[in-house]
């Protein structure tokens, strides 16, 4: 029983990790404003941006369209987060990337079923370890009362 409900905890932990988006392949042209996409470059492309806006060992740079012009984009690259008092404040970067460098765009986009899986998978996983909790105080209950008979 223990090691079943092992196993459906950690399954469900990892659809859980998964996310509510996914990324899908679209074109460049006409992305609406503040869309977040990857933009997957050449090499001499990625090369020629701050390496602060790209992440290790990857193809492509990940933020949100600002503007689209007839030979570039403005792409909105997070480079830190800044934790200060009371709240959080994200750090990004403008980078101009020319559309001849560019060879592939994904968009984030809400997945509608795995948004359903996570909330009912996060009340479910809530709900067993209550349960689980809760029959485990009254099984150590009746161990207790059985142990002393006074």
């Known amino acids: 029983m223990n090691k079943a409900i092992t196993r459906a905890t950690a399954l469900l932990c990892v659809v859980l990790s998964s996310g509510c988006y996914t990324y899908a392949q679209t074109e460049l042209k006409g992305l609406p404003s503040a869309s977040y996409v990857h933009l997957f470059l050449t090499r001499a492309g990625l090369d020629a941006i701050p390496k602060e806006a790209v992440p290790t060992r990857t193809n492509y740079i990940s933020g949100r369209v600002q503007k689209e012009t007839a030979d ?3 792409i909105t690259v997070p480079v830190s987060l800044s934790i200060q008092g009371n709240g959080a404040r994200d750090l990004a970067q403008n980078v ?3 559309i001849t460098e560019v060879v592939g765009v994904e968009r984030r986009q809400l997945n509608a079923g795995r ?3 996570a909330v009912v998978g996060g009340f479910g ?10 029959s485990a105080g009254k099984h150590n209950d009746a161990n207790d009362t059985s142990a002393n008979p006074n």
């Not at 996983?125 to 809760?134: C, E, R």
């Open 96 to 98: 101009y990337i020319p």
């Open 125 to 134: 996983l809530v709900t067993g370890t209550v349960l689980g909790i809760s």
């Open 115 to 117: 948004t359903v899986l």
């Open 72 to 74: 570039s984009v403005l």
